[in-house]
């Protein structure tokens, strides 16, 4: 009986799960698969098939909006695509108003039909009808939509709100809308009482609540499967991920597509030709000239060719073999060279001289240049918009035309003999790793070795090993003495390029081992070496769980997998940890091994990226015995991948067996860097390094602002900050790695020379006020710890050495680039009235990353500093941050952030921070009238006008006496503050 009672209640459990919870699609736009090359791409609907296997059950609808249709090829595919709908089990599909665009009578023809859904949409002609509503887990779905200038006369859409008045007895309503917001929120005012959902195809953002109503937007082109709980107004939010599985019977409808696609060649010749409007293009139109292939070009411009057939352009067509996508024509278009032309690549001839992005892909047909080479019967320059009609933000989300087309450069020379590499071979390979558990750049790579580690397992030791210091051991006076009689000088261990941490500390002569991060690290590095001594084959598992969230409680972890808890905490303080530890660290202390990470490979330092490619490459070469596998491992899939002293490197055959990395001579860059010496943050190394790294043959010319002539030089390139960084011609333009720094890059009066505002530390061009300190950042920042840290500096500061210390919070806002009016509460902006030097008045708009209520606090926190004491403004400050620091501690990642602070009401913050900043009744009612009045805003006008002035690009900054302004705060640089603003 009680077995009976136990399986009743677990089947209530789910059935009420299932009740709660609605999974929902919309704007799919008939997308089969995602639409581009990358890798990564999200969307598809075999993967989202397996996706609704893992996700909770509950009511599986989509919000309208799945087609797309502008030719026979889209007409074709959208009738593969509602087809999924059956397959997948959808309750439902609502009518958007990109369905009522086609006629009545292909909405008819359509296999999903007795599933549409829609409320307030009729056949004009009364011949069939749409669900007006379904009920399904007790709550009723309606679709409501507006009415376009697109909507075909097959269809009568009547008034969304009339219709949504006839509901207004009903409960628990799930709406599925194609509103515009004006008859959204008109709707929603109607029925907000009985509605617990509305999936909004046009929503003005991804999660709102309209009148207490939660709004949300269901994603687009199917790369989202949306879950709504409306029982705690959860939503979850999964991607359709290129990892998963694609499901059988969805992958079947796919192919059954396109193979029906690849034998119709009326359907391969809908897409438009690329680059009609252009006038060599028109003269093949025209008859006056033709596509003739990239391989008539090499006679001329050899050079040129030799370098194109090194890149991705030249094989563009190979990725479209392998995913069997070669018949595609939104595909072949732009992997091709002149497509659809009548001369250029088609599918059905599949002509080999033009199967790749050639020559004439970017110059234009060549027959008339071919036959008589001019400059003005080939197009010499390639524009970026030439690039963007194929490297477009869904088919090429990365792209990025500096960088892209140095990639394609054609003056940069090719080498044909690779470097080679001597490596030690043994039967099993050694692998050591060195890291710091805390450190960030340890911990990445941790991430990326050990599923390596794993899939090598056979032929591969891996040897963690921590970096600390035994403080006891190297303070021992006989154990120095006697380390002093072996030492030999070590040659500098070579590093990898990837960045990481340096241990470089005074030793503790009270602790018993040190560590960059300190005694957390040293009990962190002692706790996974305990984890390995006891479950050898578990801790890379746990290490790998551990690292997701390293500061919080190790026994959760240890206990997820079901660990031995007391165990490990037994020999954590009875000396085995400390004497695995001890014996752990000492190969490191031999080897003088200081950076996290640090990689050996059979004893031999890995110098390359910690990438999977180039570590997977290392450790087969290093095998007596590779493995089929092995023998198949790429050298490289990035320049990135290729890296040598003094050397541009370059993978060609990118992710190819035949891979390997080529290595350039780099050309002479020359550089002079003004400096500021009053500075003492304003330090040059960090960026120099860098630049040293782009350009190995960099030589530097560095002097101090009071040279004669700099500041002239400064302030006819309109800079206002120090350290310059300025290149003395534009020969580091050809630099192959100048894309690399392109993003950095600033040019006025016939000079390049790096952005100011890119830099870490600046000292601004003005005069300097001692003691002055402003925290430029949003209310409801997540640095909010860093506010509390600043305030109990300040008066710390002021107590000791009785001054004042004139510090402000000044928010971070900006002036919107929407002009339009205010839309209502729900706008994002916040309107200001502001008065020119001529005495006219006009509106200015105002916005904050967290939009209208955010900007409300800042307003209430400058009236607060204007109106009242000095220490009740501090005290404000310090209990709000408080309280949005112990917010931001209990959010998890960015999709609960996004739901919690749309739900975030900072009312109750701003209450309790008067409380405790002791501001009475009396004051707050001042506060509140500032707030609401014209003076309130006019403070936030002045903050604009301010981080303006001070060109604040970034969250939070920190402006020091006015003149040295950081862009990111840390421990270290509040520990001299009290220097800087002392002024000695």
Same mark, same amino acid.
């Given at each position: ?10 089947? !209530? ?70 087809? /999924? ?18 006629? =009545? ?12 859904? %829609? ?7 009364? #011949? ?102 409306? &029982? ?5 939010? @999964?991607?359709?991920?290129? *990892? ?24 391969? *010749? ?15 139109? /025209?008859?006056?000239?033709? +596509? ?20 991705? @352009? ?84 990365? +792209? ?44 990445? /790579?941790?991430?990326?070795?050990? $599923? ?43 590093? %990898? ?9 005074? !030793? ?86 200081? &950076? ?24 087969? #070469? ?15 899939? %990035?320049?990135? @991948? ?16 035949? %891979? ?31 630049? @040293? ?52 890059? &600033? ?120 109106? !009242? #004491?000095? =220490? ?9 941050? *408080? ?30 921070? +008067? ?17 609401? #009045? ?21 969250? $939070? ?28």
């Amino acid at each position: 009986m009680k077995a009976i009672v136990y399986i009743f209640a677990c089947f !209530l459990i789910l059935t009420q799960s299932f009740a709660q919870v609605v999974n929902f699609t919309g704007n799919t736009q008939s997308y089969l698969e995602p639409c581009g090359c990358v890798d990564g791409m999200l969307g598809g609907i075999a993967r989202r098939a397996t996706l609704l296997k893992e996700i909770p059950k509950g009511v599986l609808v989509d919000s309208g909006n799945f087609t797309d249709i502008e030719n026979d090829l889209d007409l074709l595919r959208n009738d593969y695509y509602v087809r /999924a709908y059956n397959i997948n089990a959808y309750d439902l599909v609502a009518i958007g108003d990109k369905e009522v665009e086609q006629s =009545a009578k292909y909405l008819k023809s359509l296999k999903v039909f007795p599933k549409l859904l %829609s409320t307030n949409v009729e056949f004009k002609d009364h #011949s069939m009808r749409f669900n007006p509503s379904n009920v399904f887990a007790k709550k009723t779905f309606i679709s409501l939509i507006s009415k376009t200038e697109k909507t075909h006369s097959d269809f009568v859409v009547k008034d969304p709100v009339k219709i949504a008045k006839t509901f207004k007895n009903v409960k628990n309503l799930v709406l599925l809308s194609s509103l515009n917001q004006k008859d959204l929120k008109a709707v929603v005012s109607e029925l907000k009482s009985n509605l617990v959902l509305v999936v909004a195809n046009h929503s003005s953002g991804d999660f709102e609540w309209i009148e207490g109503v939660p709004v949300v937007h269901p994603g687009e082109k199917g790369k989202l499967v949306k879950s709504f709980n409306t &029982a705690t107004s959860a939503l979850n939010t @999964h991607e359709v991920k290129e *990892s998963l599985k694609e499901e059988k019977q969805n992958k079947e409808l796919i192919d059954t597509f396109f193979i029906e696609v690849s034998k119709n060649s009326k359907l391969q *010749s809908v897409v438009k030709r690329h680059f009609e409007d252009k006038e060599l293009e028109k003269q093949v139109l /025209a008859n006056k000239n033709k +596509f003739v292939g990239s391989d008539n070009c090499k006679s001329c411009h050899s050079n040129e060719y030799d370098q194109w057939k090194t890149t991705k @352009h030249a094989k563009a067509m190979d990725i479209l073999f392998k995913k069997k996508r070669d018949f595609v024509p939104d595909c072949v278009s732009c992997h091709t060279t002149g497509f659809s032309y009548d001369s250029g690549y088609s599918i059905a001839k599949r002509e080999k001289w033009n199967q790749a992005v050639g020559c004439e892909s970017c110059h234009g047909p060549g027959l008339n240049h071919f036959q008589n080479p001019t400059k003005a019967n080939i197009r010499l320059k390639v524009e970026k918009q030439d690039c963007m009609s194929c490297h477009d933000a869904e088919n090429s989300p990365n +792209f990025d035309y500096k960088s892209y087309h140095s990639l394609v450069d054609h003056k940069i020379s090719v080498k044909e003999e690779p470097i080679e590499k001597v490596i030690k071979k043994s039967k099993k390979v050694d692998l050591d790793l060195y890291v710091m558990s805390q450190c960030p750049f340890g911990i990445k /790579a941790e991430n990326k070795i050990f $599923p390596l580690v794993k899939k090598y397992k056979d032929f591969l030791n891996l040897n963690l090993r921590f970096i600390a210091t035994d403080v006891q051991g190297k303070l021992n006076p006989d154990k120095a003495a006697e380390k002093k009689k072996v030492d030999v000088p070590k040659k500098e261990e070579p590093k %990898s390029g990837e960045p990481g941490c340096k241990a470089d500390f005074d !030793l503790d002569p009270n602790a018993k081992f040190q560590s960059l991060h300190g005694k957390s690290e040293v009990d962190e590095n002692i706790i996974q070496i305990l984890v390995g001594e006891f479950y050898p084959d578990q801790q890379l598992d746990f290490i790998l769980e551990r690292n997701k969230s390293i500061y919080k409680d190790w026994k959760l972890v240890a206990k997820k997998f079901g660990m031995d808890v007391e165990k490990i905490s037994k020999a954590f303080t009875d000396g085995t940890g400390d004497k695995l530890f001890r014996e752990n660290i000492k190969f490191g202390n031999d080897l003088d091994i200081s &950076a996290s990470p640090t990689i050996k490979i059979n004893g031999m330092s890995f110098t390359k990226p910690f990438h999977e490619i180039p570590l997977t490459y290392e450790i087969c #070469s290093s095998l007596e015995n590779p493995t089929k596998d092995c023998l198949e491992a790429p050298v490289c899939s %990035s320049d990135s @991948h290729c890296v040598a002293p003094g050397k541009n490197g370059f993978c060609v055959n990118p992710g190819k067996k035949e %891979s390997y990395c080529e290595f350039k001579e780099p050309i002479d860059v020359s550089m002079t860097i003004i400096r500021d010496d009053s500075c003492e943050l304003c330090a040059t190394g960090a960026m120099l390094k860098q630049m @040293h790294t782009i350009f190995p043959k960099l030589t530097v010319k560095s002097v101090d602002k009071k040279e004669p002539g700099m500041q002239d030089l400064v302030k006819k390139l309109g800079i206002d900050r120090y350290p310059v960084f300025m290149f003395s011609d534009d020969k580091f333009l050809k630099s192959p790695k100048v894309k690399f720094i392109q993003r950095l890059l &600033a040019f006025k009066e016939g000079t390049y020379f790096l952005n100011p505002l890119v830099m870490e530390i600046a000292s601004l061009d003005r005069p300097k006020k001692v003691g002055s300190l402003k925290l430029y950042m949003e209310a409801f920042s997540q640095g909010s710890n860093l506010q509390m840290d600043l305030i109990k500096m300040v008066n710390s500061l002021e107590k000791q050495n009785n001054i004042k210390i004139d510090y402000q919070f000044v928010p971070k806002v900006a002036q919107s680039k929407d002009r339009s009016p205010i839309k209502g509460v729900m706008d994002r902006r916040f309107e200001v009235e502001v008065t020119n030097p001529n005495g006219s008045k006009f509106p200015l708009m105002i916005e904050s990353r967290e939009g209208r209520k955010e900007i409300v606090e800042d307003v209430t926190q400058l009236c607060i500093q204007n109106k !009242l #004491s000095t =220490a009740k403004y501090r005290d404000y400050l310090t209990s709000f941050s *408080s309280q949005m620091f112990g917010f931001y501690s209990k959010i998890k990642n960015k999709q609960q952030l996004r739901i919690e602070m749309a739900k975030f009401d900072p009312s109750d913050y701003r209450n309790k921070a +008067f409380k405790d900043a002791k501001i009475t009744r009396d004051e707050q009612v001042s506060i509140s009238q500032c707030v609401g #009045s014209k003076e309130g805003p006019q403070y936030l006008v002045g903050s604009l006008i301010d981080g303006m002035g001070a060109k604040i690009v970034a969250s $939070p900054s920190l402006l020091i006496n006015d003149t040295i302004l950081l862009r990111h705060v840390n421990k270290k640089v509040i520990e001299v503050l009290p220097k800087l603003l002392l002024d000695k």
